[in-house]
C-alpha cells in the first residue's frame, strides 16, 4: 500500500495498491520533491473515467514504469471531483499549451507546484504521434537534469502567462434582451437540425443550454428556440445516450447521432437532464418528456442514493464482460439480437430487435447494439413494451454491474435535489420529494460547519477535508430554494440565505466578480476564475442565479446588486460563445423577466390551496419563485417567507398574488388566472 491507503477518495483508493508510490496532493509531497530535487508528477483523474483506468492499468500498474516514477519523481494523485480547483488550474495550462485537455491530465511540476510541461493520456508504447508514457519520463527527466535553467525558465513564463489571464468583466453592462436575442442567433447557427444538439461529434447533452432556450420562449414566445430545445431533448432521448431500459443518461455520445455513448453515468448529467425534461413536460406536456424525467430521478434514486440519503457521484463506464471475463467499457448495457432473443424468445426478442434499433451486425463494437428508440420502431402495446422492458433489465441485472463512485459532492447533491424535488412535485411523487429533502438534511448535518462553510465532499456520513468551491455554494443554495418553494418550509430558504451570504463574503471581487475558491482557500499558482459551464454550470454562474432568487424572495438589494454585478460576465459572453454559458443566459433571462415573485397564502389542509400551489410550481416564467403557506394578518410578518407578509385571504379563499419589478398583479383565487399570470409574456 502507498499514501493513498485511508484517504475518503473511491478514486484515489482504486490506486492505493498500486506498485507507484503515490501522494495525496500537499504540503508534505512538494517538500519531498524540494528535498530530493526532483520534478513532481502530477495525475489528475476521476473513478469513472475510462482512459483514467486505460493507463492504470498499462502504466501504473507496470512494476517498471512505477520503479522509474518513484526513483525520479514524487507522484502526486488527485481526484478531479474532489479538488476542482486544483484541476482547473492546471487544465487551464494544458489547454493553453497543447491546445486541448481532458482525462486523465498528466502535468509534470516544479517543487513550487510550478507547471513545466504537461499531457493527458500516454500509452505504454508509441502509436497515433504520441510518446510512449516512458519516452515521456526519460525526456522530463533528462531535461530537468540536462538543462534546470531552461525548466525553470519555462515554468515561470507559464505561470506569469496564466497571471496574465485573469478575467476583466466588472465594467461590462447588465445582460438585457439584446445580448440574450444575439445569444439565440448563435445558436441557431450552430444547431444540428438533423440529429439535434450542436456541433459535430463527440456530443454532449447541451442542458444548461436547453434550459435558456426554454425560458427564451416562454418570455418571447419565440417558436425557433422551442424548437430546438424540443428536438435536441427527443433526439437524446430516442438515442443510444439515454439507457432505454433502466433510465438515465450517459456522459456523452462519441457519434453526432447521440446512437454510441461514453457509458459513464455521472449526477450531475442526469440531475441536470431530469429537470430539463420536467421543464419540457411543463412547457410542451410532452408525454417522451414526462417518462424520461420520471424515469431518470427513479434512476438516481435506484442506482446512485447512498445509505446515508445523498447521492453518489457515479457509475463507471466499464464492467466485467460476463463472457469473456475482461473488464470492457458497455459490457453491461450492450446486446445482441441473439441476446434479446435468448432472454425474450423469438417472437418476444424480435420485436425488441425491431423496437430498440438493434442490428444483426450491431451498432457498437463485437456485434452488439446499444439500444435506441428510433421513430420507426414498430406499433406496439404500452403494456407489451413494458412486460419486455423489465424482463430485459431483469437479465441485465444479472450481469457484473458497473463499479460506483460513491462520494457524495455537494455541488452535484445540491443538483439533484432540485431536480427529485420539481418531478415530485409535477408528477405527483412525493416520495421523490421525500428523497430531495433526505438528501438536503445529509448536506446539512454532514457538509456544513457551525459557520455553514460547506465540505466539498463527503463518504459514509464523513466529511472531506477539501472545503467547498463556489459551485457548491451556488448550486446547493439552488437546490435549498427550489425545495422551500416546494415543500412551504422556510427553513430551507434561511439555509440558502447562509450560503449566498457566504458567496458575498467570501468569494466575491471588488468588481463583482466571483472566484471558484474562497479568499482564504489554499492558495495555488493562480486562483480560479471561470464563467463558463463544464457539464454542469459554472460556480459563478450558479451563484448568480441562487443570489437572484434569493433576492427575489427576501427584496435584499445587495443580494439583487451582486447578482446583476456578476451577470455581466453573461452580458460579455452570451452573444459571443453561447454553448459555453448557458446557464448564465437561462439566469439572464429570470432577470430580465424579474423574476417574478409568487406568495400563495391558505390554510394548509385546503385543497383549494394545493391547487394554486401546483398551478405556481408548473408557471414557465423564467426564474420565478415561490412561497406559500399560511395567510398572515395585514400587518403580521410572514414567518419563515418574507414574500408572505402581509398577505391575506380574498374572500376567505386561498389567494395567489404574483409581482415584478415592484409591480403587483391583481390577487387571485383562480387557478387559471394565475396560470395566465406565469405564462408567456411577449414583448
Known amino acids: 500500500m502507498n499514501r493513498l491507503a485511508g484517504v475518503t477518495s473511491p478514486y484515489l483508493l482504486q490506486h492505493a495498491d498500486n506498485p507507484v508510490d503515490w501522494w495525496p496532493w500537499g504540503p508534505e509531497a512538494f517538500e519531498e520533491a524540494r528535498r530530493r530535487n526532483v520534478p513532481v508528477l502530477l495525475s489528475v483523474g476521476y473513478s469513472a473515467c475510462h482512459w483514467c483506468h486505460v493507463m492504470a492499468h498499462e502504466s501504473f500498474e507496470d512494476e517498471l514504469s512505477a520503479a522509474y516514477m518513484n526513483e525520479h519523481f514524487v507522484n502526486v494523485k488527485v481526484d478531479r471531483e474532489e479538488r476542482p480547483d486544483i484541476d482547473a488550474v492546471y487544465m487551464e495550462a494544458v489547454q493553453a499549451a497543447t491546445g486541448q485537455g481532458g482525462w486523465p491530465m498528466t502535468v509534470f ?32 527527466r533528462a531535461a530537468w537534469v540536462g538543462r534546470p535553467e531552461e525548466v525553470a525558465e519555462v515554468a515561470q513564463r507559464i505561470v506569469r502567462d496564466l497571471a496574465g489571464r485573469q478575467l476583466d468583466y466588472g465594467k461590462a453592462g447588465t445582460p438585457g434582451p439584446e445580448e440574450l436575442a444575439q445569444a439565440l442567433l448563435g445558436l441557431t447557427r450552430e444547431y444540428d437540425e438533423t440529429r439535434g444538439g450542436f456541433g459535430g461529434a463527440p456530443k454532449f447533452p447541451p442542458a444548461m443550454v436547453l434550459e435558456f432556450l426554454l425560458r427564451h420562449h416562454a418570455r418571447t414566445g419565440s417558436q425557433g428556440a422551442l424548437e430546438m430545445a424540443v428536438g435536441t431533448c427527443e433526439a437524446m432521448a430516442r438515442g443510444g445516450i439515454y439507457d432505454q431500459l433502466g433510465g438515465g443518461f450517459a456522459r456523452y455520445s462519441v457519434d453526432r447521432e447521440w446512437v454510441v455513448p461514453h457509458f459513464e453515468k455521472m449526477l450531475y448529467d442526469n440531475a441536470l437532464l431530469c429537470r430539463l425534461y420536467a421543464h419540457l413536460w411543463r412547457t410542451t406536456g410532452s408525454e417522451l418528456a414526462r417518462r424520461v424525467a420520471v424515469e431518470t430521478a427513479d434512476f438516481m434514486v435506484r442506482e446512485l442514493r447512498t445509505g446515508e440519503g445523498g447521492f453518489a457521484s457515479a457509475l463507471d463506464a466499464d464492467s466485467e464482460d460476463p463472457v469473456t471475463g475482461e473488464h470492457v467499457e458497455g459490457a453491461y448495457y450492450a446486446w445482441t439480437a441473439q441476446e434479446l432473443r435468448q432472454v425474450l424468445g423469438e417472437r418476444d426478442g424480435d420485436l425488441a430487435v425491431a423496437w430498440f434499433g438493434v442490428t444483426e451486425e450491431g451498432t457498437f463494437e463485437h456485434g452488439k447494439s446499444v439500444l435506441q428508440l428510433p421513430a420507426d420502431g414498430p406499433d406496439l402495446e404500452a403494456a407489451q413494451i413494458a412486460d419486455i422492458k423489465a424482463r430485459l433489465l431483469a437479465a441485465r441485472a444479472a450481469r457484473p454491474a458497473p463499479g460506483r463512485d460513491d462520494k457524495i459532492v455537494a455541488a452535484w447533491n445540491g443538483l439533484a435535489i432540485a431536480a427529485l424535488a420539481e418531478c415530485g412535485a409535477f408528477f405527483d411523487r412525493p416520495d421523490l420529494i421525500e428523497r430531495a429533502t433526505e438528501a438536503a438534511d445529509l448536506l446539512v448535518r454532514v457538509h456544513m460547519d457551525g459557520r455553514a462553510r460547506l465540505a466539498r465532499t463527503s463518504r459514509d456520513g464523513k466529511a472531506g477535508p477539501n472545503a467547498g468551491v463556489l459551485e457548491d455554494y451556488g448550486d446547493v443554495a439552488e437546490g435549498f430554494l427550489t425545495l422551500a418553494a416546494v415543500t412551504g418550509e422556510g ?74 454585478r456578476a451577470l455581466a460576465v453573461v452580458h460579455a459572453l452570451g452573444p459571443r460563445a453561447p454553448r459555453f454559458i448557458g446557464h448564465g443566459l437561462a439566469v439572464a433571462e429570470a432577470l430580465v423577466d424579474g423574476p417574478r415573485e409568487v406568495a400563495v397564502v391558505g390554510h394548509p389542509q385546503d385543497a383549494a390551496r394545493a391547487e394554486l400551489h401546483r398551478v405556481a410550481l408548473l408557471g414557465t416564467a423564467p426564474g420565478a419563485v415561490v412561497a406559500t403557506g399560511p395567510p398572515r394578518a395585514a400587518d403580521g410578518s410572514g414567518g419563515e417567507f418574507p414574500l408572505l407578509a402581509g398577505r391575506t385571504l380574498v374572500g376567505d379563499l386561498p389567494t395567489a398574488y404574483v409581482c415584478r419589478h415592484f409591480v403587483c398583479a391583481r390577487p387571485t383565487t383562480d387557478p387559471a388566472e394565475l396560470a395566465e399570470q406565469l405564462g408567456t409574456v411577449h414583448p
Not at 110 to 133: I, L, N, Q, V
Not at 526 to 547: E, V, Y
Open 109 to 140: 511540476l516544479t517543487p513550487d507546484a510550478e507547471p513545466f510541461y504537461f499531457g493527458t493520456y500516454f500509452p505504454p508504447e508509441p502509436r497515433h504521434g504520441m510518446p510512449s508514457f516512458t519516452q515521456v519520463l526519460e525526456g522530463v
Open 491 to 564: 427553513v430551507w430558504l434561511e439555509f440558502a440565505g447562509f450560503l449566498v451570504d457566504l458567496v458575498l463574503a467570501r468569494f466575491t471581487a471588488e468588481d463583482g466578480s466571483l472566484y471558484d475558491t474562497a479568499h482564504d482557500a489554499e492558495q495555488l499558482i493562480r486562483r480560479p476564475q471561470d464563467p463558463t459551464d463544464t457539464a454542469a454550470p459554472s460556480g459563478w454562474t450558479a451563484a448568480a442565479g441562487a443570489l437572484l432568487s434569493y433576492a427575489a424572495h427576501t427584496g435584499s438589494e445587495p443580494h439583487r446588486t451582486a447578482a446583476e
